[in-house]
C-alpha cells in the first residue's frame, strides 16, 4: 500500500496478526482511507465513564449520583460494585441508542414520505421505545491490568500483512481494488477473502465476492459450484483474482498487465 | 421382423464423438464430457452452431456455440466434476474473446453451467416491487473473549 498504506500504518499497531486501533480518531482515519468493516473487539469502557457525566445535564445528575455512591459500601463486594456499575451503564447506553434509532427513524420517514402520511407516521412516533432485547451491547474482549504490547507507529517487517499471512498477491489485489475506487471489507462470513462495495459498506450492498487466488493454483469444480452459486443466491459475483508476475513475458492473458492484477467474474448461467 | 437391439456403445459410434476422438486429446474423461456438453447444447437447448475443436495448449477440447442466430459466441469449456482447474486455465480459454461457459459434468451425466467472463461484471440489481419494511433498529452483538 502507497498513500493509503502510509496512513493505515501509521497509528495501528499489530497484536496477534490483528490491526490494532486504539483511538476513535485512528479509526476514523482507517475509515477514510476505506478500510470498513467490523470491529473485532475493543478494550474494557469502564475507563471512559469518567468522561460521559460531562456531557449532558441528565449525566451530570448521575456523576452526581455516582459521588454520592462512589463512597464505598462496606457492605458490598468488589463483584457486586462492578455489576451495579455494568448495569447502571447499559442503562444509559439504552438510552443512547433509543434517543440515535428514534432520530434515524425520523430520518428514514422524512426522506422516503411527503405530505399526510409524513405527518402521520411521525405523530405515531411519539410512542416509540427501542426494546432492551434490540439493545447493541459490547462485551470487552480484554480484562484490565493486561500488559499490551506498546503501539509501535514504524513497520518491522517490510512486507504488508497480507504477504505476511501467506496469501501470495492478496495485498496487490486490496491495492488494486482500491485504487479502482472499491471499499472491501473481509469476506470470511462466505468464505471468501474480500467483499468488494461500490461504495461505503454501510450504505451498499456488495457486488462482489474475492477469491484470491495465484494463476497456478488448482481449484476443485466442486468448490467453484458452491461459490458461485452461494455468491447467486446472495446476488454477487464471484471474483476470480490473480495477480499477474512482473515482467512482460510471460504474462498469462494478453489483456492481463504485467504485474498487474487479473480478474474473471463468474456467475450463474441460469441454464437448468 | 424383431426390432433391432438397442445400441449399447452408440457414444462410442457416434461421428462427433469419433470426431472428438481424432483430435489427439488424451483425457477420454475429457473428451466424454465434451461430448455429453455437445448433445446437450445442440439436442436439449438447440443452440446454433455449435462446433468442437482442440486447445492445444490446454491439450484439451472446447466447444464453441451460440444460444440463437445472432447472439453472442460462448466458448464452453466441459470438464468432469472431479476435476481441477486453474485460472490461468480460465484465461487461456478468455483470451480467445468470447464469454465462456464452464461446463461442470457429473458421473450421473448431469451438466451445470456456470458463465464466467473477463473483469468485473456487476450482478443483476434485485428484482422489484420493494416494500418499505421497518428496519431492525440494531443487532445484539457479542464480541467473544480473545
Redesign the interface.
Known amino acids: 500500500m502507497s498513500e493509503e498504506g502510509a496512513g493505515l500504518r501509521e497509528g495501528t499497531g499489530l497484536e ?1 496478526g490483528a490491526e490494532l486501533v486504539w483511538s476513535v480518531q485512528e479509526l476514523r482515519a482507517v475509515r477514510q482511507s476505506g478500510l470498513v468493516g ?5 478494550v474494557s469502557a469502564v475507563e471512559e465513564e469518567s468522561g460521559e457525566g460531562e456531557e449532558s445535564g441528565e449525566r451530570g445528575e448521575e456523576s452526581g449520583e455516582r459521588g454520592e455512591e462512589l463512597e464505598p459500601k462496606e457492605e458490598e463486594s468488589e463483584e457486586t460494585q462492578q455489576r451495579r456499575r455494568w448495569e447502571e451503564f447499559l442503562g444509559r447506553s439504552l438510552e443512547q ?1 433509543q434517543r440515535l ?1 428514534l432520530e ?2 425520523k430520518c ?1 420517514l422524512t426522506s ?1 414520505l411527503s405530505g399526510p402520511a409524513l405527518a402521520s407516521s411521525l405523530s405515531s412516533l411519539s410512542s416509540f421505545s ?1 426494546p432492551v ?10 480484562r484490565e491490568g493486561l500488559a499490551l504490547r506498546p503501539i509501535s507507529s514504524q513497520q518491522t517487517s517490510p512486507k504488508p500483512i497480507g504477504e505476511r499471512l501467506q496469501c501470495r498477491g492478496r495485498s496487490q489485489v486490496f491495492r488494486d481494488l482500491r485504487r479502482r475506487g472499491f471499499y472491501l471489507t473481509s469476506g470470511g462470513k462466505f468464505g471468501v477473502d474480500f467483499l468488494v462495495y461500490p461504495g461505503d459498506a454501510l450504505r451498499f450492498h456488495a ?2 465476492m474475492a477469491l484470491c ?10 468448490d ?2 458452491c461459490w ?1 452459486r452461494l ?1 447467486s443466491n446472495v ?3 464471484l ?2 483474482c ?1 495477480s499477474t508476475p512482473p515482467g512482460g513475458a510471460l504474462s ?5 498487465p504485467a504485474g498487474g492484477v ?8 441460469n ?1 437448468s | 421382423m424383431t426390432e433391432s437391439q438397442p445400441v449399447e456403445n452408440w457414444i462410442l459410434l457416434h461421428p462427433v464423438f469419433r470426431e472428438m476422438k481424432s483430435l489427439g486429446v488424451d483425457d477420454s474423461a475429457q473428451i466424454h464430457a465434451a461430448f455429453l456438453a455437445y448433445m446437450d447444447l445442440t439436442e436439449v437447448r438447440h443452440w446454433k452452431e455449435v462446433s468442437c475443436f482442440k486447445c492445444s495448449m490446454l491439450q484439451m477440447i472446447l466447444l464453441e456455440a451460440k444460444e440463437k442466430e445472432e447472439e453472442t459466441t460462448y466458448t464452453v469449456l466441459p470438464l468432469p466434476l472431479r476435476q481441477s482447474i486453474t485460472h490461468k486455465t480460465i484465461r487461456c480459454v478468455l483470451d480467445r474473446g468470447f464469454p465462456m461457459l464452464l461446463c461442470a459434468v457429473a458421473s450421473d451425466s448431469t451438466l451445470v453451467y456456470q458463465k464466467i467472463s473477463d473483469g468485473l461484471v456487476t450482478p443483476e440489481p434485485p428484482v422489484g416491487p420493494f416494500q418499505d419494511t421497518e428496519r431492525r433498529q440494531h443487532r445484539k452483538r457479542r464480541h467473544h473473549p480473545q
Open positions: 496477534q467490523a470491529l473485532g473487539g475493543g441508542q434509532a434515524d427513524r428514514a422516503s427501542l432485547s434490540s439493545m447493541s451491547v459490547q462485551i470487552s474482549t480484554c457486488h462482489f487466488v495465484s494463476l497456478d493454483e488448482s481449484l476443485s469444480l466442486e467453484i459450484l458461485v455468491s446476488k454477487k459475483t471474483l476470480l490473480s498469462v492473458s494478453s489483456s492481463a487479473v480478474y474473471s467474474s463468474l456467475q450463474w448461467s441454464m
